[in-house]
């Protein structure tokens, strides 16, 4: 997984421009940061406190600022405690903008609402100069929000950190650039992220993940796991439904799945073990490595334009399968017992065991390799 951090060091290092400019452009942030040393910051700290009677959910929209919903089992009420911060040139801008740091809080019998409202800002933004010198002003308001634990949560984001926990309820996020962190979420959780990186621990229902460019470590998934990514790597743990995983550039590392994986990834590795079912699997420039069972008539199919394919399953009698691999331009090596069929340096037909399971590997540009472990 991210075998390129490995090479990032070495970029630097053999001169390239891009390093002096890199360096250029942190001396001049740190000049605006010294013309930045009059501006003027103001904090303020507020709670209220909302009566609820039916409601079941809290809907949350913070443009700016970090949004963390808590849910306590023996809570009647909901809390919310605002945070308001401001970073301006004077304090005259300052104090306008925090006038501008505003917030609603309404009921409507199903749902309590919290918007949160922030300053836009004026003036000449037109420089790229004005923008360095302007880049230190801050204005956005964080929430904390104390629920009851069954309540259900939605939350909107344009640029913020999000952090649910401990509610027995589902979650719908949408975000353009934050984290998310969730941790032991009751019902079912969708995640639509354009920038930034997913920690998911303990979701009892299905998990829907869609993302533009960030990485996810998901775990403990009571239910089925959709990851749709552009641009980042996703690990999953411990999924107790089915896994569709589809990524442009990124790899997927996956552990422990009691149902079936369709897998994709264009440019990237797929790594799948302990997995139940069937698995599904195609890479278009990445390797391919699979731990497969075939405890009863499971089909596993794994293709790959350009990587290497490489399989292992265990050797008890009862596993069987009807083996088929096809290779463009690559070897095939294998370390099991079969009975063959047909065998060239591009194919290889026959049966393991019982044959009762089915493997088919096909790779345009990349090598092979069957292995049975524990014999």
């Known amino acids: ?21 890199f360096l250029a452009f942190l001396a001049v942030l740190s ?25 079941t959910k809290i809907y949350v929209k913070n443009a700016r600022g970090k949004t963390i919903i808590v849910g306590r089992r023996d809570a009647r009420d909901v809390v919310v405690r605002f945070a308001k911060f401001v970073r301006a040139k004077d304090a005259e801008a ?26 836009e800002r004026t003036g000449d933004t037109g420089s790229f100069w004005t923008l360095l010198k302007r880049i230190k002003d801050r204005a956005y ?34 975000g353009s650039s934050g984290d998310v962190l969730l941790r032991t979420i009751g019902g079912g959780v969708s995640v639509e992220l354009s920038s930034g990186d997913v920690d998911a621990d303990g979701v009892g229902a299905d998990f829907d993940l869609r993302m533009s460019s960030g990485d996810a470590v998901v775990r403990k998934v009571g239910g089925s796991v959709s990851v749709q990514g552009t641009s980042g790597d996703a690990e999953l743990y411990d999924v107790a439904g089915d896994v569709t995983v589809e990524l442009s550039s990124g790899d997927l590392l996956l552990e422990g799945c009691r149902g079936g994986v369709t897998a ?55 596993t069987g399968f009807v083996l088929e691999v096809n290779t463009n331009s690559g070897s095939i090596e294998g370390d099991l017992e079969i009975k063959l069929d047909e065998i060239s340096r591009k ?14 590997i096909e790779t345009a540009s990349g090598d092979i390799r069957i292995s049975q472990v524990g014999q």
């Open 347 to 360: 194919t290889l037909k026959g049966v393991v065991g019982t044959g009762e399971g089915r493997l088919y």
């Open 264 to 318: 994709r990834s264009h440019t990237g590795d797929l790594r799948v073990t302990d997995v139940l079912g069937a698995v599904n699997a195609s890479a278009t420039s990445g390797d391919i490595y699979a731990a497969l069972s075939f405890d009863g008539p499971r089909e596993h199919t794994l293709e790959s334009s350009s990587g290497d394919v490489q399989v292992s399953f265990p050797a008890p009698a009862r």
């Open 1 to 21: 997984m991210r075998k390129y951090l490995a090479h990032a060091p070495a970029r630097w290092c053999r001169g390239s421009p891009t390093l002096p400019a």
């Open 94 to 119: 300052a104090r306008r903008w925090m006038e501008e740091l505003v917030y609603t809080i309404e009921t409507d019998g199903e749902q309590v609402s919290v918007v949160l409202s922030h300053p």
């Open 141 to 174: 308001i964080d929430c904390t929000i104390e629920v009851p634990g069954a309540f259900d949560a939605k939350v909107a984001t344009t640029s913020g950190d999000v952090q649910i926990t401990s509610l027995e309820g589902g979650v719908e996020l949408v």
């Open 31 to 55: 000049s605006a940061g010294h013309v930045r040393a009059g501006s003027t910051t103001l904090q303020e700290e507020e709670t209220r406190t909302v009566k609820i009677e039916t409601e």
